[in-house]
């Protein structure tokens, strides 16, 4: 594992993989099973030298649709279980989520956004695919979704992802876009405990009993039970895991002064860079403006918004889509106002943009 003091210049797809590595340590062995994909192929590419070289396997599908069940297996066989992709790719993976989430397998999706939809743009960034991370699978599951907007955090935040969905057993997706998949920071590789393995969880293939199935179950023996109270126990036990601790896993960071702000911007990924900026010129010339920057998506601030939401005021939702994340900002805010500032891709907004929404809503 790297040392606490190295730096390196590294793109955020690269970061993926020093985060996986952290999270395995010298013990755990990771399997990353995917299909290339633009912007995500740097990963895999990473992946498929370093991964081999620390004991893991590195496997490249036929599709998509191969490499979300391949790692679904794998994570039930004690791994640290990863694949990658982008946009049409993540699409395909739809039904891959809904059976990891129900065998209770600890997945771990990188999806690096494009712009879309269908091809769309491969080489350009977007944020459109925040919605299908939600809710992109038939029936209810637990979700977990993080959105790094740094080079060094796309590595601590993949780290957390190998953390939660061992501690969950549900998949975990990790949010970056193009331009975070690409762009080179210099970072520091930190000292991190390898992630453990929970001794009580039966690990396939270490001579246990064991069946899994994507069909409605019993929770004892996982054996088939189809019937609408087997159902109901066992889909409201999959929601519990992350909704008991939805408080816990809600993550964000705010800039600028909250409590007095006539504007607050919500954002997330790489569009919160050039907003960050923008509210700093701002503040400087006493505007009372100020930024939330959401790093989990999923489960969302619920409770944090609402605090927000004392008088009236603007909340601005900027993001490189059609106002996605705008819509479940009008769900908990009654007293302010909700705006999107959005681009359907390709590009973030430039400070001047984000000054020009924010000056027709100051005093």
């Given at each position: 594992m790297s040392t606490a003091t190295q730096r390196r210049l590294m793109t955020g797809n690269d970061a993926v993989v020093e985060g996986l590595c952290c999270a395995a340590g010298d013990k755990r062995r990771i399997v990353y099973a995917g299909y290339p994909i633009t912007p995500a192929?740097?990963?895999?590419?990473?992946?498929?030298?370093?991964?081999p070289r620390r004991g893991g396997a590195f496997i490249q599908m036929e599709d998509?649709?191969?490499?979300?069940?391949?790692?679904?297996?794998?994570?039930?066989?004690?791994?640290?279980?990863?694949?990658?992709?982008?946009?049409?790719?993540?699409?395909?993976?739809?039904?891959?989520?809904?059976?990891?989430?129900?065998?209770?397998?600890?997945?771990?999706?990188?999806?690096?956004?494009?712009?879309?939809?269908?091809?769309?743009?491969?080489?350009?960034?977007?944020?459109?695919?925040?919605?299908?991370?939600?809710?992109?699978?038939?029936?209810?599951?637990?979700?977990?979704?993080?959105?790094?907007?740094?080079?060094?955090?796309?590595?601590?935040?993949?780290?957390?992802?190998c953390k939660l969905s061992q501690k969950y057993l549900?998949?975990?997706?990790?949010?970056?876009?193009?331009?975070?998949?690409?762009?080179?920071?210099?970072?520091?590789?930190?000292?991190?405990?390898?992630?453990?393995?929970?001794?009580?969880?039966?690990?396939?293939?270490?001579?246990?009993?064991?069946?899994?199935?994507?069909?409605?179950?019993?929770?004892?023996?996982?054996?088939p039970r189809i019937n609408p109270d087997s159902q109901e126990k066992l889909v409201r036990y999959l929601l519990d895991k992350v909704k008991k601790d939805a408080r816990k896993l809600v993550r964000y960071e705010t800039f600028g002064a909250i409590k007095d702000a006539e504007v607050i911007i919500i954002c997330y990924g790489s569009e919160s860079r050039s907003v960050r900026a923008a509210v700093k010129k701002a503040r400087r010339k006493k505007v009372k403006v100020a930024m939330v920057r959401l790093i989990a998506a999923w489960p969302f601030p619920v409770d944090f918004i609402r605090k927000l939401d004392t008088k009236k005021r603007v909340f601005l939702v900027a993001e490189i889509n059609a106002g996605q994340m705008k819509i479940e900002v009008e769900r908990y805010v009654k007293k302010g106002t909700v705006q999107g500032l959005n681009l359907m891709g390709g590009r973030i907004h430039t400070p001047g943009e984000v000054l020009e929404a924010i000056y027709p809503n100051v005093a």
């Open positions: 192929s740097e990963i895999a590419t990473r992946a498929s030298v370093i991964v998509e649709i191969g490499s979300i069940q391949a790692v679904a297996g794998a994570g039930l066989a004690g791994a640290i279980a990863v694949t990658a992709t982008s946009g049409p790719g993540f699409s395909l993976m739809s039904e891959g989520f809904g059976f990891a989430a129900m065998i209770e397998s600890p997945v771990i999706c990188i999806n690096v956004q494009r712009g879309g939809p269908s091809t769309g743009m491969p080489t350009w960034m977007g944020q459109g695919d925040m919605m299908q991370a939600r809710w992109g699978t038939h029936g209810d599951r637990p979700v977990i979704v993080l959105v790094p907007n740094s080079v060094q955090e796309t590595l601590l935040l993949t780290y957390d992802a549900v998949p975990v997706v990790l949010m970056l876009d193009e331009i975070i998949g690409h762009m080179e920071e210099p970072i520091t590789i930190p000292e991190l405990p390898p992630v453990p393995q929970d001794p009580d969880i039966q690990i396939m293939g270490q001579g246990h009993r064991f069946h899994r199935t994507g069909l409605t179950h019993d929770l004892e023996r996982h054996l």
